[in-house]
């Protein structure tokens, strides 16, 4: 294969398997990125996503199937990959003891960066980190946002064509999470292609250009965030019973709309349901059926499919299933609440 094309695809993975044990952690899984995109690869605890980058990465050897970044093979030539990648998340390593400042250098000097241009480039990137201020701290007194700019900072000291970032905003507040969305973008304008895990659907919608759905170690889905929302089949109704007790009643009077079950959710008292195309006829039927019913509801409106819905059509079960009640799920997707933070290494 032939290198460094300037079109084309920067990664290319084939039939990927890999098992710990007896846990399959990828049961074959294929894509591709083209180059100076980001690919979200999107999936819930222990879906394969870290197992994929670290093959991608040279740091474990896939059991069957081929991986080739910028056409260089992860198995057959891993110093090769390692020359042109970066890595940032659950396994990159930061020393805590070492001020931000010395991390950066160091890793310069690593990366055989002459002394003083090791110097600049930490100043350069504390600065586009808005890590001045603390660069010369130790690095293990760091806030968690903190933590996560100086890995994705010593990620790109060496300037990598292709970049891995395994979950970069898990655990991040919003503020935070929106400056590392921001960082992310301007990588990218850059030129850089990246590969981005998540389990936020929220976070691949907003900063992939295609997105793989992974599940069970397996490709379930791929596409743009629009395509996979089109696959879950155009709109969907949604409103809240002011009767809980009727919730049952309420989904019944709109099953009809649907060739599948309303979806329910019982803490909130919230029924949603797929309408295909037939948008505002169908919010006019609900209505009407509703109303015939005698069911009272609270807001009724017709929304877009969200990539939580994409999944559950896909899977029978929502992203981040263990991460949040039903309930959180849904106003986070409304965009009302942050992410919940989860209990994890900072990646070092
Ligand atoms: N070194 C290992 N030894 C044994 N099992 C492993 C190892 N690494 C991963 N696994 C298992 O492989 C499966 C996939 O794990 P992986 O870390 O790739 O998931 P993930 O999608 O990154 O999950 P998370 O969102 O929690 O980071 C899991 O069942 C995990 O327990
Ligand atoms: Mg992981």
New binding site residues.
């Given amino acids: 294969m032939t290198t460094s094309a300037s079109g084309g695809p920067a990664i290319v993975v084939e039939g990927l398997t890999k098992s ?2 007896s ?1 399959q ?1 990828l049961r074959g899984i294929d894509f591709s990125v083209e180059r100076g995109t980001i690919l979200g690869v999107l ?10 980058v670290r093959i991608l990465t040279t740091l474990v050897r896939p059991d069957g199937g081929t991986a080739l970044v910028e056409g260089r093979d992860v198995l057959r030539e891993p110093d090769a990959v390692r020359e042109i990648i970066g890595l940032a998340g ?1 396994s990159a390593a930061i020393q805590e003891e070492l001020t931000g400042r010395e991390n950066l250098e160091i890793l310069g000097r690593l990366y055989h960066l002459p002394k003083q241009r090791s110097k600049e480039r930490a100043q350069e990137l504390l600065e586009r980190f808005e890590l001045l201020d603390a660069a010369n701290r130790p690095a293990r007194t760091y806030s968690g946002g903190m933590a996560r700019r100086l890995d994705l900072a010593a990620s790109l000291v060496a300037e990598p064509a292709v970049l891995f970032l395994d ?1 970069p905003t898990t655990g991040l507040d919003p503020r935070s999470r929106n400056g590392m969305w921001g960082i992310i973008r301007d990588l990218v304008s850059g030129g850089t292609t990246l590969l981005l ?1 998540t ?1 936020y659907l929220e976070e691949a919608d907003e900063l992939a250009d295609e997105i793989i759905v ?1 599940d069970h ?1 397996r490709v379930i889905a791929a596409g743009t965030s629009d395509t996979l929302k089109d696959k879950v089949g155009g709109d969907v109704v949604e409103f809240g019973v002011l009767d809980r007790s009727r919730l049952g009643a309420a989904a019944d009077a709109v099953a009809e709309l649907s060739e599948v079950a309303p979806m329910l959710d019982p803490e909130e008292a919230v029924v949603a349901v797929r309408v295909g195309n037939q948008g505002s006829k169908a919010v006019v039927q609900a209505v009407r059926n509703l109303d015939a019913a005698g069911i009272e509801t609270t807001g009724l409106a017709l929304r877009r499919p969200s990539l939580d819905d994409v999944f559950l059509a896909l899977t029978g079960h929502q992203a981040a299933e263990e991460e949040a009640s039903p309930k959180r799920r849904r106003r986070r997707r409304r965009g009302a609440e942050p992410e919940p933070t989860r209990q994890q290494g900072r990646g070092r």
């Fill in positions: 710990f044990g846990v952690a999936g819930p605890n222990g879906a394969g996503k870290t197992t994929a659950q979950e895990t389990q992974v170690g």
